[in-house]
């Protein structure tokens, strides 16, 4: 079975750096398959923010996100992260790791971690 | 990019039926047939329920079902039940500059 693991919750002042991980136990190859990452602020709905192919590292962004965070990957450890270099007040929600199943144009979120909450003030 | 379009609420008593919409435009939802939806319960990570418009992934129930037409898709919860209340979101793939988005949700209460 497939599991992500998420880091703990954080809390951060305005322009500090965090960086944020979901571990995924294998059961299938880490590097066959995207990870995705979708942020939720508190009382509002999902948004998807990029995912990362760990087979080559080919990372993509919604243009909502492009330039706010960065998406990496170390194959080594299965772990995928999602990296802040100045936070804001506004980056507060609660930010979930999912696979991506399928190719990057026809897939869908199998399996979620637990989620992270990101507190920033 | 914008997110689709979903009602904020729906309600039914038990064992009623539910359909929930999802619209968007002929770049999202009207223009590819990956358009999946998440049940998230209060305090929960959301769990897939359907996949490619109308798939269902082992052991979710066949009271979930859902469709498809022009830009609209639609989720059906059949004989509700006390468990179905929850949060619903649809997503679908919006080309690869944008990749992919999500529905406003729509919170479901069974009466």
């Known amino acids: 079975e497939v599991q992500l693991m998420q880091s703990g919750a954080e809390v951060r002042k305005p322009g500090e750096s965090l960086k944020i991980s979901c571990q995924v136990s294998?059961?299938?190859?880490?590097?066959?398959?995207?990870i995705a990452w979708l942020r939720q602020v508190p009382g509002k709905g999902l948004e998807y923010m990029g995912v990362?192919?760990?087979?080559?590292?080919?990372?993509r962004y919604s243009p909502s996100f492009e330039g706010q965070v960065t998406i990496s990957a170390d194959k080594s450890i299965s772990t995928a992260y999602l990296q802040w270099s100045g936070l804001k007040a506004s980056d507060t929600a609660m930010y979930y790791c999912?696979?991506?199943?399928?190719?990057?144009?026809?897939?869908?979120?199998?399996?979620w971690g637990q989620g992270t909450l990101v507190t920033v003030s | 990019q914008s997110a689709l379009t979903q009602p904020p609420s729906a309600s039914g008593s038990p064992g009623q039926s539910v359909t929930i919409s999802c619209t968007g435009t002929?770049?999202?939802?009207?223009?590819?047939?990956?358009v999946s939806w998440y049940q998230q319960h209060p305090g929960k990570a959301p769990k897939l329920i359907i996949y490619?418009?109308?798939k269902r992934p082992s052991g979710v129930p066949d009271r979930f079902s859902g469709s498809k037409s022009g830009d609209t898709a639609s989720l059906t919860v059949s004989g509700l039940q006390a468990e179905d209340e929850a949060d619903y979101y649809c997503?679908?793939?919006?080309?690869?500059?944008?990749?992919?988005?999500f529905g406003t949700g729509t919170q479901v209460t069974v009466l």
């Open positions: 999912a696979r991506l199943k399928g190719d990057f144009w026809s897939g869908y979120f199998d399996y």
């Open positions: 294998t059961g299938y190859g880490f590097t066959s398959d995207w």
């Open positions: 990362i192919y760990p087979g080559d590292y080919d990372t």
């Open positions: 002929n770049s999202d939802v009207g223009g590819y047939d990956y």
């Open positions: 490619e418009v109308s």
């Open positions: 997503s679908s793939f919006a080309g690869h500059y944008i990749g992919y988005v």
